[in-house]
């Protein structure tokens, strides 16, 4: 596991923020996410709940969607931020979500007190399926 203390407080702080903008009425979990990209910038996202339940997104990939719509494909870290006093991680969905852009992403797990821990997405999603599996396939 990645070290608990070398991780991005600024970013931390940008994913506590953002995560006031949650739309989350119906389960009233807010989470934020911040995005630091190769080019050093940061993008949010916060959590946005929808009636229609399964329509929900989650903080981390309202960010990852705001850096890909900015042309920023190359992401180094992500801190996420819930209200919880156990770590809230990614889910498994957006475990998928985040490897697509990069395995080795590190991810920081919060509170608006404190830093969990931090991690990587491959070990958060250990033998993912992933782009080199997927070219592998035999020409039938
Ligand atoms: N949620 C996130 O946004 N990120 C996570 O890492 C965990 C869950 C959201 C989805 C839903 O709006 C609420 O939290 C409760 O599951």
Not at 50 to 60: G, P, Q, R, V
């Amino acid at each position: 596991m990645a070290d608990k203390l070398n991780f991005d407080q600024p970013l931390v702080e940008e994913a506590r923020e953002v995560r006031e903008r949650a739309y989350a009425p119906y389960s009233n979990f807010k989470v934020g996410a911040a995005i630091r990209t190769g080019s050093g910038k940061v993008f949010r996202g916060a959590n946005v709940e929808n009636i229609s339940i399964s329509l929900t997104i989650c903080a981390e990939r309202s960010a990852g969607v705001a850096a890909v719509a900015a042309g920023e494909l190359e992401w180094e870290e992500i801190a996420v931020v819930a209200g919880t006093s156990r770590p809230t991680s990614p889910c498994g969905a957006c475990r998928q979500f985040l490897a697509e852009f990069n395995p080795n992403l590190k991810v920081v797990v919060a509170n608006q007190d404190e830093v969990f821990y931090t991690t990587t997405v491959a070990e958060l999603l250990p033998k993912a399926f992933d782009n080199e599996t997927y070219k592998s396939q035999a020409v039938d």
